[in-house]
């Protein structure tokens, strides 16, 4: 089984400039978060889409950041334009949980996101 | 605002030397409370999931321990390939029926030959 994949695995920018994440989850898995570590900092989350549906966007940093799930397969994570407070890594997650039950998430390598 | 705290931030052990990572958490509505593993340059990777107080999962050298407000990750006779960092997170669900999960900042472990 193909795992969660992640590119580019690492992307360098200029301040102002736009960049674009993409995460293939598993094949069949409804649910995918996004979450983001900054150095130093835990990993937080970002978003949940079920299918191509926003479930929860709570912790979208601003209006800058802009996810999409297109047909329920895979992700974007759109960041433009770009600040230095966005450099870290992002990690997308897929799950094949549904509603109320316990979550095991399986992870994608991470985008590293360096902003210059 | 639901946290996650691990201690301690590092810990350098020698080989065979065994000892434990704790994590606590403040929030109510646990459903689920999760340990990941974290080798540098991948993402993170699922040990356990424990759900209610008493309860204990073992995975060759590590053994995990849930209590109310504390979860313990065992760590007995460690070898240098359990070099790693290891998250701690806990579930809650949210409004829409859905859980969420919240990570700790991790300990990060070396084991010493």
């Known amino acids: 089984e193909a795992g969660v994949t992640q590119f580019p695995s690492h992307s360098v920018i200029e301040k102002g400039q736009t960049v674009t994440l993409r995460c293939d989850p598993i094949?069949?898995?409804?649910?995918l978060y996004w979450y983001r570590r900054v150095m130093g900092k835990e990993i937080k989350f970002l978003l949940h889409f079920v299918k191509e549906s926003k479930q929860d966007e709570s912790g979208m940093p601003n209006n800058r950041f802009l996810a999409e799930r297109t047909g329920g397969t895979y992700s974007t994570l759109k960041v433009q334009p770009a600040e230095l407070e966005d450099s870290g890594v992002y990690f997308c997650?897929?799950?094949?949980?549904?509603?109320?039950?316990?979550?095991?998430?399986?992870f994608g390598a991470g985008s590293r996101l360096t902003v210059l | 605002e639901d946290q996650v705290t691990q201690s301690p931030e590092a810990l350098r052990l020698q080989e065979g030397e065994s000892s434990s990572l704790n994590c606590s958490y403040t929030?109510?509505?646990?459903?689920?409370l999760f340990w990941y593993r974290q080798d540098p340059g991948k993402g993170p990777e699922f040990l356990f999931t424990?759900?209610?107080a008493g309860e204990e999962k073992e995975k060759e050298r590590l053994k995990a321990t849930l209590t109310k407000k504390e979860s313990f990750l065992h760590i007995t006779a460690p070898k240098p390939e359990d070099s790693a960092t290891y998250l701690c997170?806990?579930?809650?669900?949210?409004?829409?029926?859905?859980?969420?999960?919240?990570f700790g900042t991790g300990t990060k472990l070396q084991v010493i030959p």
């Open positions: 424990l759900y209610s």
């Open positions: 997170a806990h579930g809650v669900m949210n409004s829409g029926g859905y859980q969420k999960v919240t």
């Open positions: 094949s069949g898995h409804d649910n």
């Open positions: 997650a897929s799950s094949d949980r549904g509603l109320f039950r316990a979550n095991v998430l399986t």
């Open positions: 929030v109510s509505g646990l459903r689920g």
